[in-house]
């Protein structure tokens, strides 16, 4: 898979599950390195505690990338919930889900080993 294929991929699939809950406000930000990429998706819905942890688990999920060709083509088929999520977790390096203001950042990593996901972050306001 290509590396724009498996972006728009990921872009899709996150987009797609923000976008069930109809947000008045959705940002996506994109920042690509050379072996590796930081995806951040922001909303402004309301979540729960519990909603957010169960997010976290199925973006964390066991890792597969010998299998994330076929996972890609996936994407765009009626999955809903957590399976998109899980979808997207087993193509990922890590991911992580806060509480923003008025709704949440799901911050999605993907990238080799030597990729440093501490410089791809978008700072939060003190």
Do not use: C
């Not at 519990?50 to 964390?60: D, F, G, S, T, V």
């Not at 399976?83 to 709704?103: A, C, E, M, P």
């Amino acid at each position: 898979m290509k590396r724009k294929d498996l972006i728009l991929n990921l872009i899709s699939e996150i987009s797609s599950y923000i976008l069930e809950e109809d947000p008045m406000r959705m940002v996506l930000s994109l920042h690509q390195e050379e072996d590796g990429l930081h995806l951040a998706v922001i909303d402004d819905n309301e979540h729960s505690d519990e909603e957010i942890q169960k997010m976290e688990r199925a973006l964390n999920s066991q890792k597969r990338p010998e299998l994330a060709g076929y996972y890609g083509a996936m994407t765009g088929h009626d999955l809903l919930g957590s399976s998109r999520l899980n979808l997207l977790g087993w193509q990922i390096k890590h991911s992580d889900v806060t509480r923003t203001g008025s709704g949440i950042k799901i911050d999605l990593w993907l990238g080799g080993d030597r990729f440093d996901s501490r410089q791809f972050t978008i700072p939060d306001k003190k």
